[in-house]
């Protein structure tokens, strides 16, 4: 049975920090893209981060490059994403997904589509809310 296991959210002043994880059982992680997703009340649903287990290749929304870092554990049984400078608009549910790479999509491609919306995660996890104080 595949499960994605999110932890690590709270509630943290704007300008911090905190670290997500996503444990993740019931598959071969080196078939899979792991990505991270938000969603703030009455927003949609975006992506904010992806890592491909093949090969580590990773992936940042233009709107988390250089405070947000993605990583896995030496045994592939967490993703991790730490969530530096936080700020208030990003208090939102935050999701780890799975996705295995199909067809003819590199690593990089698979990623970025990934977290683009243009393909969907196959599993979920249930999210771990976070919130941004002002």
């Known amino acids: 049975e595949v499960q994605l296991v999110e932890s690590g959210g709270g509630l943290v002043q704007t300008g911090g920090s905190l670290r997500l994880s996503c444990a993740v059982s019931?598959?071969?992680?080196?078939?899979?893209?792991i990505g991270w997703f938000r969603q703030a009340p009455g927003k949609e649903r975006e992506g904010v981060s992806c890592?491909?287990?093949?090969?580590?290749?990773?992936y940042y929304a233009d709107s988390v490059k250089g405070r947000f870092t993605i990583s896995t554990d030496n045994a592939k049984n967490r993703v991790y994403l730490q969530m530096n400078s936080l700020k208030p608009e990003e208090t939102a549910v935050y999701y780890c997904?799975?996705?295995?790479?199909?067809?003819?999509?590199?690593?990089?491609?698979?990623?970025?589509?990934?977290?683009?919306?243009?393909?969907?995660?196959?599993?979920w996890g249930q999210g771990t809310q976070v919130t941004v104080s002002s």
């Open positions: 890592i491909e287990g093949s090969d580590g290749t990773t």
């Open positions: 997904a799975a996705r295995p790479r199909r067809g003819w999509a590199t690593a990089e491609e698979h990623c970025t589509y990934f977290v683009s919306g243009l393909y969907s995660p196959d599993y």
């Open positions: 019931g598959f071969t992680f080196d078939d899979y893209a």
